[in-house]
Nanobody, 120 residues
Framework: HVQLVESGGGSVQAGGSLRLSCAAS????????MAWFRQAPGKEREGVAAIDSAGATTYTYSVQGRFTISKDNVKNTLYLQMNSLKPEDTAMYYCASDFVNLQLTRHYSHWGQGTQVTVS
């Protein structure tokens, strides 16, 4: 049974930083494919950043140069470091995992419950 638990969300001022964490159980981060998604009210869920089993990363254009996705294989945890935050980054952020490389598509099999990020 795969379980993903996000944490680290909160409220920050524009220009600030946050680091989101996604602790995985029943799933091995080091050999899997994972991603961060976000969904703002009234908008579709969009892929933000993805990382494959080799550590290769993909970012949506709007966060390139500001966000960094990474994983700690010992802690079995996925991270999203978010710098230079903007009000338009405000959304619920979700981590997702699968056993195939899905990049930023929304077809991931496993999802966390989400953590709210608010930028004012």
């Amino acid at each position: 049974h795969v379980q993903l638990v996000e944490s680290g969300g909160g409220s920050v001022q524009a220009g600030g930083s946050l680091r989101l964490s996604c602790a995985a159980s029943g799933y091995t981060v080091s050999t899997g494919y994972m991603a961060w998604f976000r969904q703002a009210p009234g908008k579709e869920r969009e892929g933000v950043a993805a990382i494959d089993s080799a550590g290769a990363t993909t970012y949506t254009y709007s966060v390139q140069g500001r966000f960094t996705i990474s994983k700690d294989n010992v802690k079995n945890t996925l991270y999203l470091q978010m710098n230079s935050l903007k009000p338009e980054d405000t959304a619920m952020y979700y981590c997702a995992s699968d056993f195939v490389n899905l990049q930023l598509t929304r077809h991931y099999s496993h999802w966390g419950q989400g953590t709210q990020v608010t930028v004012s």
